[in-house]
Every structure is written in C-alpha cells, then in structure tokens.
C-alpha cells in the first residue's frame, strides 16, 4: 500500500504564493512519475504539472510560466510552487503517484481570492 500526504494549501489573496508538497511512502517498488492535479468545485479534475523519474515535466497550459513542479526521488516527495495565483486556481489539490498502478493523496485546499 502506497500512502500520499500532502500539505501547503491555503487561503492566499491573488497574486501571492503558495508551496504545496506531497510526501509518498509505503510499499514503493517503482515510480515512473510523480505530480500534481486539480478539481474545483463542479468541475472535472484536471492535470496541473506531472514529473518524471528523469526530471521531465508536463503542465497544463493554463499554469505554464507560473507554477513549477520539482521532485526529490530519494525522499519520495514532490513539491509544487505555484506563484501569482488566480482565483481561478481556486480547486482541492491532489497529488499523484504512478508506479505500479496510480496512487492518489487525499487532496489539500487552495483558495484564492480576488
């Protein structure tokens, strides 16, 4: 069993920061990826920023230039610094594990007001 935790949501006023982490543990055999999605309220969940084993990283168009995923394989955590926020960015925040299988975190909160 695989357990994700994350922590770093909050409240913040647009234009501010937040750092959001997820630390994985549990029966980890392989990780071919690590990162980050979103859903806000009545919403689809969708993909924030995803990062590789080698360092390779995806994100959605909407954070591009704003958000920056990194990762550190040998503690099993991966991190996401987002900086000038928008309400729209206002969603629960998962992290995510692929390895064997997908392994989700239970979320963490953002909330960004205008």
């Known amino acids: 069993q695989v357990h994700l935790v994350e922590s770093g949501g909050g409240l913040v006023q647009a234009g501010g920061s937040l750092r959001l982490s997820c630390v994985a543990s549990?029966?980890?055999?392989?990780?071919?990826?690590m990162g980050w999605y979103r859903q806000a309220p009545g919403k689809q969940r969708e993909l924030v920023a995803t990062?590789?084993?080698?360092?390779?990283?995806n994100y959605a168009d909407s954070v591009k230039g704003r958000f920056t995923i990194s990762r550190d394989n040998a503690k099993n955590t991966v991190s996401l610094q987002m900086n000038r926020l928008k309400p729209e960015d206002t969603a629960v925040y998962c992290c995510?594990?692929?390895?064997?299988?997908?392994?989700w975190g239970q979320g963490t909160q953002v909330t960004v007001s205008s």
């Open positions: 549990g029966s980890i055999f392989s990780i071919n990826a």
């Open positions: 995510m594990l692929a390895g064997s299988r997908v392994y």
């Open positions: 990062i590789t084993n080698g360092g390779g990283t």
